[in-house]
Structure formats: structure tokens, C-alpha cells
């Protein structure tokens, strides 16, 4: 695991990090959030992969459980950063998700479909599903944490 | 209270700004009560299709209707809504500076230069190409760089030029296919075409779309969710046309 996270670990963590820097020039947000966008998109995709390594089940699975913790901590860490930044969420959730989103499984669908393979087109699309509804309760799920911590904030200002 | 004709034109125009630029319906509607509340009219009603805005007053009874016929993605424009609506909220301007503000965004708004988006577009296909797929021979990194360059800006110039949303998706895919098609001819081995697509077409896909389409549903948009679900469906479909007409080759 040690060895995994400073090899393949690593440069997963430095190709998101661009990824997601790109992905937000892309979508051209505030030049002051490509940084922090780019290490929240990291962290995200670094938490997917560990996962990916260690759980010991199958693909359908291992794309569920890694999609809905990775979906939980760039919820948590874009809700930190807009704190920190006073930006919308929206700025750091929407690029920090590029590597997660199944564009890649839906692109494969269609093209599976018109090259004659519907049961491989079948594979992605059950894909397709699983990430998009993981990824929304993942954020979901965030959303409350970040409630509530800022709730539990309120009431220790108030002590 | 404030005039009710301007308050109503200005929640408009700042619900369609965030509408066009990629906000969720959720956070449309959550900024449009607000500056409305701000304002002194906390009765307002508030109703958020993905194709049009409506809002009311029922103490004035009066409303006013926006159709929303484009949609994109430019999250600076989404910030500087954000941005004016908390000035208003802690009173820094007045309904009129910002019905002006608003009316600016629109139109003059930062935003990077062509090249900067064509490079950007280079290390996100690069980048994710090798993070999902592990393929990077020098064959597979030139191509895959040329290719995503390429795609998007075909994209780009035709979505500029045409305002045709899916047209421009497919003219950028095909591209791609076409310059990985050539790629696999001029090289021997140590070459994959179908990573090399993967990578090139990530600037183009709708993974953030059917992402949103999902949540929009989940917070009980009924049918802005599904809207937009059938835009991210057409999207991938003028994507995989756009790959498979070339694939027939290989």
C-alpha cells in the first residue's frame, strides 16, 4: 500500500491535479480558484483510486464505494474552500468531478452501440448509472456534513 | 419596498445568467428568493424550468416570464452573480446598481484567451488518458495532445460560428477519430487508438451534464432533471457518431 501511494499514488494525484486545473480554465472559472480547484479535484481522485486498490469485490462495486467517498470528500473540501475563498461551491465541485464523471463510460455506450455490441454498450450504460446516482448522493451526503459542521461551529461561537 | 417592475427584471435577468452558465436549479431558485427577499418582498414566488423562469409578486399581483434558450458553462459569470447578490443582501448596493452590475456580467465578463483554452484542453486529454487508462508511449501522448487540441477547437469555433450545440460536438469528435485513424497509420506498434480516443474526447463529453441531470432530479425537479438528462443523452450520441464513423476503418 506505502509503495503503491508514493509510485502509482502519486502521479495519479499530479494528473488529476492538472486535469482538473484544465478542465476549470475550460469552464473559466476565476483565475484566483484554479489552484485550489486543482487540489480539491486531486484529492478526490486520489481517494477513488486508494479505494480502487484496496477493496477486495468486484468492478460494479469497487465504481460504487469509490465514487460515493471520493463525491463525499470533494463535497467536503469545495464546501471548505468556498469558506475560505467566499466563492459558490459550484466552482470547485463542477471541475474537481471531471475525472470521476462517467463522460468517458458514456461516450462508450453509444459507440458500442453503433459498431454493433449491445451487450458491452449494455456494461457501460449499467456504468453510466451507478457513477451519476453515486456521485449525487455522494454530494448529497456532503452537503449535510457541511451543515452540520457549520451548525456545531455556530454553537461552539456561542459558549 | 422597492419598485416591484425593476425588482422582477433584475431577479430575472440574475436566475437566467446562473441558468445559462451552469448553476443547478436548486441554487437558481435559492438566489433569485433572496434577492427577492432582500428586497422586501419575502412572498415572492419563484418557479425554475430548465428552459424558462418565472417570478411573482403576489402582493402587487403582478409576474413576469424569461424563456432560456441557451445553455453553457462559464462559472466566472455564475461567481459575479454570486458575488453582487451577497452585496445586495448586506445593503453595499442598491436594486438599480445592481439591476446596472447585472447587466454587465453579460456581457463583459474575463475570460481566458483562445490559446490558453486549446492548451488547457491538451494537458486534460493527455492527463486523463494516462490516469485512466496507464497507456503513455510517445505515439499515444503526440496523438492523443494533437487530437484533443483539435476536437475542441473544432468544437469551439463551430459552437462560436453556428450556435448549433450538438453540430459542433460531432464536427470535434470526428475530428479526433479522424487524426487517431491517421496516427494508426503512420505508426507500427506501441499505439492504442481506443485510449488515445479516451482521452482526446474528455474536453468534449457530458459527464458534468448527466451528473447535474441527477441532482436536479434528486432535489425534486421532476422535470428539469430529465431535461437535462436528454441533452447530455443527444450530446453523447453526436460524440459516439462522431468516433464511430471513423472506427469503420481500423
Not at chain 1, 94 to 119: A, F, K, M
Not at chain 2, 72 to 84: A, F, P, R, S, Y
Not at chain 2, 205 to 225: C, E
Request: hydrophobic share 55%; with cysteine; charged share 10%.
Amino acid at each position: 500500500m506505502w509503495h503503491w501511494l508514493l509510485t502509482t499514488g502519486l502521479l495519479q494525484t499530479i494528473l488529476a491535479y492538472l486535469a482538473t486545473a484544465g478542465f476549470g480554465v475550460l469552464l473559466n472559472i476565476p483565475r484566483r480558484a484554479v489552484n485550489l480547484s486543482g487540489w480539491v479535484g486531486a484529492a478526490g481522485w486520489l481517494t477513488y483510486e486508494a479505494l480502487y486498490q484496496v477493496l477486495p469485490t468486484t468492478i460494479d462495486v469497487k465504481l460504487a464505494i469509490g465514487n460515493l467517498v471520493a463525491a463525499i470528500v470533494i463535497g467536503v473540501a469545495s464546501g471548505l474552500a468556498a469558506h475560505y475563498k467566499h466563492m459558490p461551491m459550484i466552482i470547485f465541485n463542477i471541475p474537481s468531478l471531471v475525472p470521476l464523471v462517467p463522460g468517458g463510460q458514456s461516450y462508450r455506450v453509444v459507440r458500442n452501440l453503433v459498431t454493433g455490441h449491445p451487450e458491452i454498450a449494455n456494461q457501460y450504460l449499467a456504468q453510466v448509472v451507478i457513477i451519476a446516482g453515486v456521485i449525487a448522493i455522494g454530494f448529497l451526503v456532503a452537503e449535510f456534513i457541511n451543515r452540520m459542521t457549520w451548525h456545531l461551529a455556530q454553537s461552539l461561537k456561542q459558549l | 419596498m422597492t419598485e416591484p417592475k425593476l425588482l422582477m427584471q433584475t431577479t430575472l435577468l440574475a436566475g437566467a445568467i446562473l441558468l445559462e452558465n451552469g448553476a443547478e436549479i436548486a441554487r437558481v431558485e435559492d438566489t433569485m428568493h433572496r434577492i427577492a427577499a432582500n428586497a422586501g418582498y419575502p412572498e415572492a414566488q419563484v418557479f425554475v424550468l430548465l428552459t424558462g423562469i418565472t417570478v411573482s409578486l403576489p402582493e402587487t399581483d403582478a409576474s413576469q416570464v424569461r424563456a432560456i434558450h441557451q445553455r453553457g458553462m462559464d462559472l466566472e459569470k455564475v461567481d459575479q452573480v454570486n458575488t453582487l447578490s451577497r452585496q445586495f443582501a448586506n445593503q453595499e448596493i442598491d436594486l438599480n446598481q445592481f439591476a446596472d452590475a447585472l447587466a454587465h456580467v453579460n456581457q463583459a465578463v474575463p475570460t481566458f484567451p483562445f490559446s490558453w483554452l486549446v492548451l488547457a484542453a491538451l494537458v486534460v486529454s493527455v492527463t486523463l488518458m494516462v490516469a485512466f487508462t496507464g497507456h503513455a508511449t510517445p505515439a499515444d501522448l503526440i496523438t492523443c495532445g494533437l487530437a484533443g487540441m483539435a476536437g475542441f477547437a473544432a468544437y469551439y469555433w463551430v459552437n462560436r460560428l453556428a450556435h448549433i450545440r450538438f453540430l459542433s460536438e460531432f464536427v470535434g469528435a470526428f475530428l479526433i477519430g479522424f487524426i487517431t485513424l491517421i496516427g494508426f497509420y503512420l505508426t507500427k506498434n506501441n499505439y492504442h487508438p481506443d485510449a488515445i480516443i479516451i482521452g482526446a474526447v474528455m474536453p468534449l463529453v457530458p459527464g458534468v451534464a448527466i451528473t447535474n441531470a441527477v441532482r436536479d432530479t434528486m432535489t425534486g425537479n421532476l422535470l428539469s432533471g430529465p431535461a437535462r438528462a436528454i441533452e447530455a443523452i443527444l450530446s453523447a450520441c453526436a460524440i459516439g457518431l462522431g468516433i464511430a464513423l471513423t472506427s469503420i476503418f481500423y
